[in-house]
Nanobody, 124 residues
Framework: QVQLVESGGGLVQAGGSLRLSCAAS????????MGWFRQAPGKEREFVAA?????????YADSVKGRFTISRDNAKITTVYLQMNSLKPEDTAVYYC????????????????WGQGTQITVSS
């Protein structure tokens, strides 16, 4: 059974930091592209960041560039991280981890597997 399990969400003040983790199990994700997306109330799910299976390529939404960093560890199981610094109230959303075969893309519809999401709330 394929599972992507996110952790690390919570409540933080503006300017603070959080680190999200996503553990992928149930099949090998070591060669999968991995991404983070978020969805705020009343809004569509949007791309945040993605990383290639070799970690050689990473892409970010303009809104998080310079503040968020995506990384991954393929040691035993694939774990993907999202380090979020200088958080803003507009970063408040449910954050989802996702995986796909092949190259990085930004469209959520192209991802094959999804986690259940973790809530991030940034207070002003």
């Amino acid at each position: 059974q394929v599972q992507l399990v996110e952790s690390g969400g919570g409540l933080v003040q503006a300017g603070g930091s959080l680190r999200l983790s996503c553990a992928a199990s149930g099949r090998s994700f070591s060669t999968a592209s991995m991404g983070w997306f978020r969805q705020a109330p009343g809004k569509e799910r949007e791309f945040v960041a993605a990383i290639s299976w070799t970690s050689s390529s990473a892409y970010y939404a303009d809104s998080v560039k310079g503040r968020f960093t995506i990384s991954r560890d393929n040691a035993k199981i694939t774990t993907v991280y999202l380090q979020m610094n200088s958080l803003k109230p507009e970063d408040t959303a449910v954050y989802y981890c996702a995986a796909k075969r092949g190259q990085i893309v930004q469209a959520p519809s192209e991802y094959d597997y999804w986690g259940q999401g973790t809530q991030i709330t940034v207070s002003s």
